[in-house]
T-cell receptor, first 115, second 116 residues
């Protein structure tokens, strides 16, 4: 398996623009997680899905953030409008058991810079 | 707030030496996991220790868990330059979403530098 795939790897955009991050989990994994990593706050869970259904979105910072999982092999994280404080590395991860009960497999991340 | 807190924040050792990193947490957990992150890369799972286990080994890695002290340690023996990375502990605790639902909470990591 190719592992968790994320695109783009780098994104530079201007404040106010819409940003869409994409993720393809490992086939057969029922759980998908979106994390954000910054120097100040470390790695934070934003939202996770089980069988394509959002289970816990309490980590989503505000309404500008939204996530979808239209099918088992694809998820998006959208920021609209983007702000400079959204600059971070965004990771997608997947696992085959309930989040936390076994290892999570992380993608390479998307480094987002909002100017 | 952070559940797992690693100590030290940074560690620099010579190749061949052992490296020990510690993690403390606040609430009861189902398991504790250690991950490694190389610069510019995603996290890679190293080892998982369940709350009813006290020690676990994997190659050059040794993890201990003391639930009474709410702490864990990761020991890397005979370190190599390739071990240079950030190491994170992550604790699995129940979420508010429902029975059987857990989430991982990560610490801010220990940055390990192994000097050749």
């Amino acid at each position: 398996d190719a592992g968790v795939i994320q695109s783009p790897r780098h994104e530079v955009t201007e404040m106010g623009q819409e940003v869409t991050l994409r993720c393809k989990p490992i086939s057969g994994h029922d759980y998908l997680f979106w994390y954000r990593q910054t120097m100040m706050r470390g790695l934070e869970l934003l939202i996770y899905f089980n069988n394509n259904v959002p289970i816990d979105d309490s980590g989503m910072p505000e309404d500008r953030f939204s996530a979808k999982m239209p099918n088992a092999s694809f998820s998006t994280l959208k920021i609209q409008p983007s702000e400079p404080r959204d600059s971070a590395v965004y990771f997608c991860a997947s696992s085959y058991l309930a989040g936390g009960l076994n290892e999570q497999f992380f993608g390479p991340g998307t480094r987002l810079t909002v100017l | 707030s952070q559940q797992g807190e690693e100590d030290p924040q940074a560690l620099s050792i010579q190749e061949g030496e052992n490296a020990t990193m510690n993690c403390s947490y606040k609430t009861s957990i189902n398991n504790l996991q250690w991950y490694r992150q190389n610069s510019g890369r995603g996290l890679v799972h190293l080892i998982l220790i369940r709350s009813n286990e006290r020690e676990k080994h994997s190659g050059r890695l040794r993890v201990t868990l003391d639930t009474s002290k709410k702490s864990s340690s990761l020991l890397i023996t005979a370190s190599r330059a390739a071990d240079t990375a950030s190491y994170f502990c992550a604790t699995a605790q129940p979420t508010y979403s429902g029975a059987g639902s857990y989430q991982l909470t990560f610490g801010k990591g220990t940055k390990l530098s192994v000097i050749p």
